[in-house]
Every structure is written in C-alpha cells, then in structure tokens.
C-alpha cells in the first residue's frame, strides 16, 4: 500500500508539471443579482434560494431513497406475476392508474410516477388503496368467420361477441404488492452484502491489473515513453457472483422474478446515491486552509463529470452492470488540472475520488441494510394499518381500528 501511495503521488507531480496550463478552467455557476438597496428583496431572494435548494435536497434524496426502489420493483414484479397468471386486466388498471405504461420492460432507477405522487414511497400504494372498486368489461368472440373452425369466407356468418366483468379491487392490489414488496425486501438484506463483496474487491482488482499491464511492458522492452492504457480497469466481480452465487440459481430458492435485475439496480442506486452524498460533503464541510482547497477542487471535478454522465449511466432505462462502467470511467481518467471558482488552481486526482466513492459505498449499504430489515414493521406501523381499516369499512364492521383503540 505504501509503494501504491508513493506511485500515485509521482504521477501527479508528473502530470501537474508537464500539464499545468493544458487545461481550461471549469465554468463557474452564476447566481441572480440584487440591487444592493434593496434590503427586502435581497433577503426575499435569499430565502427563496434556500428554499429552492432545500427543495433540490429534497428531490435528490427521494431520487436515491431504496425504499422507493423497493415500491417500483416490487409493482413491477406483481405486474410481472399477474401476466404469468393470465390477469392481464389488472396490469393495465395499474399502469393507467401510475399513468405509466410499458413497466416490464423498464430497466431502471426513479420512476417518474413515485415523483408525481410526492416523492415518498408508500404515496402511490396509499393512493391506490384509496381508489373505490372498478370493473372491468372484457368482450371475447364467441363466434363467426374463422373463429371455431368456421369458414372464413361466409357471407352469412356475422362475428358474435359475449361480455363479462373483471372486477378491480384496489384495496387488493395494494395487500398483494405489500406482500411483495416484504419478500423483495428480504432478499436485499442477503443481496446487499454480496454488493459490499464486490465492492471491496474492486481496487484490489484495479492494481492487481496495473501491476500485471506493468509487467508486460517491461517483459517486451516497450517504451515508457508512450504507455499503453488498459481498456478495462478492474475485473467485473459484481457480474461474477451475480451469475455464480447460489441464491441467484434458478430453483434454489424461491426468488422474486427480477432478483437479477434489483441487484444490479441495486447497485447502480447505491453507486449514485454515494456520489451525491460524497459531493455534499465536498461542498458543505470545507475544512481549512488546504483540506479546504482539496475539497473544492475535489467537488469541481466530481460534479463536471457526474453532471456529464449522469443521463448515460443512471437516468431512464440503463443495461446492465453501468454502475462498474461507472466506477471504471472514473478510474481510467487522468489527473487534471481544475479551477476553483477562489482562483485557485488544484489537480484533480480521480483515482482518489474512486476510492472515496467505492468507501461511501460500504457505508450506504450498511445504512440499507438497516431500512430493509425495517420493512415489515414499517408497513405494520403505516400502510398495512391503513389497508386494515379499509377492509373493515368494506366489510361494515364499525368504527376503524384507530377509533376502536382511543
């Protein structure tokens, strides 16, 4: 570790003396002026900035919140087993109800509709329970051309149709995915240390490479001069246990349908969610005197290039397995030269924030941990209260269990 220490902190001093003025500062952000006279609009604009920014807070949390991710996969799981039932009547009542369609065939963090119903994650599922009973009128052919072996080209058979109701209780639909979302809940209890595996391999991995890239450019006389960068920064252990571990082989143990798809999901919120709390504190710690300006260039850095890369790697629909493609594109980055907006003039150094991310990635997994094995009670405390008041005033049997208890 040490000679690791001393080879990285070279290369910097390398790299800042040939690169020092290759680089362009980093745009600053500007803020809204005030005329100075103004006292009252000034701190007018000044608490509605903060509100603005207590907002953004707000939004960014619930964006990167398991808990939320846990309610999406689990609805997308119970549309996932109603198809598998033939109950396709229910999956389109749920989607129009979210006003989102196409779900089983979203990979993907931070569904649209969880924002639109408050951001929290039991909103939609309240909503829904809130919902009175629906039916649903389904017309099947019961008879005419080329239905049941008649001929197609009768002229005298007219198509005739029979009708029949579905019945949608939402109140249902909403125990079920309960239900669901509790099992899925269990599983990333298990799942979220095989991601703290594969997340404390990966610099293991990094150097474990860049000694044996090392070598083979000494064992062929290859020039220092120009060195060959290679493609691939750490072994993809992630994917490794993902198809090897036990739990995730088919017939097992009775897992959820998408297991495979949470758990990279899983990771790539984790990923994300380490990201914005490492900026956060970049930005609102400071320090003093050169652990401040660290701190400052550090952030300028990592935010330009999450901001950049943001839509590629976490945003909408994403393949599989870009929270390492992530990391990686973070650790193949050269040191660069970064302005602050103090006018002062630091070197970046990514392979640092690599490192301070796959850190504040052990730390999210062990706060989820946590909230997962909280699930049941929470719903026990909230919703499932909720749900069991409802049923009681569906069945007239009195006063809701909250009157009944005062």
């Known amino acids: 570790m040490l000679c690791q220490t001393v080879f990285r902190f070279a290369l910097l001093l390398l790299l800042q003396a040939e690169c020092s003025h290759a680089f362009l500062p980093l745009p600053t952000l500007t803020t809204k002026q005030h005329h100075p006279s103004a006292e009252g609009s000034s701190l007018q604009a000044k608490l509605s900035d903060r509100d603005e920014e207590a907002l953004s807070r707000a939004r960014n949390d619930a964006r990167t919140d398991i808990r939320n991710l846990l309610t999406q996969r689990s609805i997308q799981s119970f549309l996932f087993l109603c198809t598998s039932v033939r109950d396709p009547h229910s999956v389109k009542w749920i989607e129009e109800f979210l006003d989102a369609h196409n779900q089983l065939n979203f990979h993907g963090t931070g569904a649209a509709y969880l924002e639109a119903f408050g951001g929290t994650w039991d909103a939609p599922l309240l909503a829904m329970m809130e919902k009175p009973k629906d039916v649903v009128v389904v017309s099947a052919k019961r008879s005419g051309k080329g239905h049941k072996g008649w001929s197609k080209n009768n002229p005298y058979l007219e198509d005739r149709y029979v009708e029949f109701n579905i019945d949608i209780d939402p109140v249902s639909l909403t125990s079920r995915i309960l239900?669901?979302?509790?099992?899925?809940?269990?599983?990333?209890?298990?799942?979220?240390?095989?991601?703290?595996?594969?997340?404390?391999?990966?610099?293991?991995?990094?150097?474990?490479?860049?000694?044996?890239?090392?070598?083979?450019?000494?064992?062929?006389?290859?020039?220092?001069?120009?060195?060959?960068?290679?493609?691939?920064?750490?072994?993809?252990?992630?994917?490794?246990?993902?198809?090897?571990?036990?739990?995730?082989?088919?017939?097992?143990?009775?897992?959820?349908?998408?297991?495979?798809?949470?758990?990279?999901?899983?990771?790539?919120?984790?990923?994300?969610?380490?990201?914005?709390?490492?900026?956060?504190?970049?930005?609102?710690?400071?320090?003093?005197?050169?652990?401040?300006?660290?701190?400052?260039?550090?952030?300028?850095?990592?935010?330009?290039?999450?901001?950049?890369?943001?839509?590629?790697?976490?945003?909408?629909?994403?393949?599989?397995?870009?929270?390492?493609?992530?990391?990686?594109?973070?650790?193949?980055?050269?040191?660069?030269?970064?302005?602050?907006?103090?006018?002062?003039?630091?070197?970046?150094?990514?392979?640092?924030?690599?490192?301070?991310?796959?850190?504040?990635?052990?730390?999210?997994?062990?706060?989820?941990?946590?909230?997962?094995?909280?699930?049941?009670?929470?719903?026990?405390?909230?919703?499932?209260?909720?749900?069991?008041?409802?049923?009681?005033?569906?069945?007239?049997?009195?006063?809701?269990?909250g009157e009944g208890f005062q």
Request: hydrophobic content about 35%; some cysteine.
């Open 179 to 401: 239900s669901v979302r509790e099992q899925i809940a269990n599983e990333w209890v298990a799942d979220l240390d095989v991601l703290a595996e594969a997340n404390d391999s990966i610099l293991d991995s990094y150097f474990k490479l860049a000694k044996e890239e090392r070598s083979k450019r000494e064992s062929t006389d290859q020039e220092t001069d120009s060195p060959k960068v290679s493609a691939i920064a750490f072994e993809r252990t992630a994917v490794n246990i993902l198809e090897n571990n036990i739990n995730f082989q088919s017939g097992s143990t009775a897992s959820s349908p998408f297991r495979k798809g949470n758990f990279d999901l899983l990771y790539n919120l984790c990923t994300q969610a380490s990201i914005h709390r490492l900026l956060r504190e970049y930005r609102e710690d400071g320090g003093s005197g050169s652990g401040q300006e660290a701190n400052a260039i550090s952030f300028a850095w990592l935010r330009e290039f999450y901001i950049s890369r943001v839509e590629e790697y976490f945003d909408g629909n994403q393949r599989y397995g870009r929270a390492d493609d992530f990391i990686e594109q973070v650790l193949l980055s050269s040191p660069s030269v970064v302005y602050t907006d103090s006018g002062k003039t630091g070197l970046a150094d990514p392979m640092g924030l690599a490192e301070a991310i796959i850190s504040k990635r052990r730390e999210v997994v062990d706060e989820w941990k946590v909230l997962m094995t909280n699930v049941p009670q929470d719903h026990a405390d909230g919703i499932r209260r909720n749900l069991l008041n409802k049923q009681m005033e569906a069945w007239g049997s009195g006063p809701s269990l």
